[in-house]
């Protein structure tokens, strides 16, 4: 594997699993010199530089985290949700909003802060959820597509100093968070994981399958990387066709 990291310090948040540990990973196996991973749950891989256990809608984790030297970001922290507009409750919307928006605006501040005067780059997990409507995701979609969004400002706010900010927009991935998602837990119930997945897949996306998170961290990888040089404020949606 080339090394497309040596050296650089790169910061993971929602790294206790899912893409975001498997961007860690990937990144660990191209020589990255300094990881910083974040999650409220604790962060077991035995390639954690420095694992950092903490809510990324906490200011003040931001504010006393030591980002010195950070070189790129992945900005991954999020949960699932589902419900009816008329339905939901305003706690529950807020919930959603506030770690996979909130969250991120924490993040995003604090790293592109950190790359002033050095320049770095970015990669903000969105969602296709953020570019087609389906019902019941309201406040997932709706923060989802404010990330995309702030991708692009980022871009133009980041762009004379130097630092590259994109987004990527996958559509189903086999990860925890769908664990979540009562349709999902439901089913994986009756048939297991693997069947729920697969069978979700073939009803959704036209290639017939959801991403594994190494396929989307190969990506996110692409993203941060000197390769892709003059991308910025773009949005990578990997989701099988789905929103075709």
């Given at each position: 594997m080339q090394n497309h990291f040596a050296g650089r310090t790169i910061l993971v948040t929602g790294a206790a699993s899912g893409i975001g540990l498997a961007v860690a990973e990937h990144c660990t196996n191209r020589g990255a010199g300094r990881l910083i991973l974040v999650d409220r749950n604790p962060v077991f891989a035995d390639f954690a530089h420095e694992a950092v256990t903490g809510d990324v809608r906490d200011e003040a984790l931001w504010d006393g985290l030591d980002l010195a030297g950070l070189d790129h970001a992945v900005i991954n922290a999020g949960v699932a949700g589902a419900g009816a507009i008329a339905d939901l409750a305003f706690e529950e919307w807020r919930r959603i909003l506030s770690v996979n928006l909130d969250g991120a605006f924490l993040t995003l501040r604090a790293a592109m802060r950190a790359m002033r005067g050095r320049g770095g780059s970015i990669v903000i997990t969105a969602s296709a959820a953020g570019i087609k409507a389906e019902p019941g995701v309201s406040a997932y979609g709706s923060a989802k597509a404010a990330l995309i969004h702030l991708a692009k400002v980022a871009a133009k706010e980041g762009a004379p100093h130097g630092i590259r900010v994109n987004a990527i927009a996958p559509a189903g991935v086999e990860t925890p968070v769908?664990?979540?998602?009562?349709?999902?837990?439901?089913?994986?119930?009756?048939?297991?994981r693997d069947a729920a997945f697969a069978e979700m897949a073939a009803m959704a996306t036209p290639l017939g399958r959801y991403a594994k998170p190494e396929e989307i961290a190969a990506q996110i990888g692409f993203l941060l990387s000197d390769a892709s040089a003059l991308t910025t404020g773009a949005?990578?949606?990997s989701d099988g066709g789905y929103t075709l």
């Open positions: 769908w664990d979540a998602v009562p349709m999902f837990a439901d089913r994986a119930a009756e048939i297991g949005t990578l949606v």
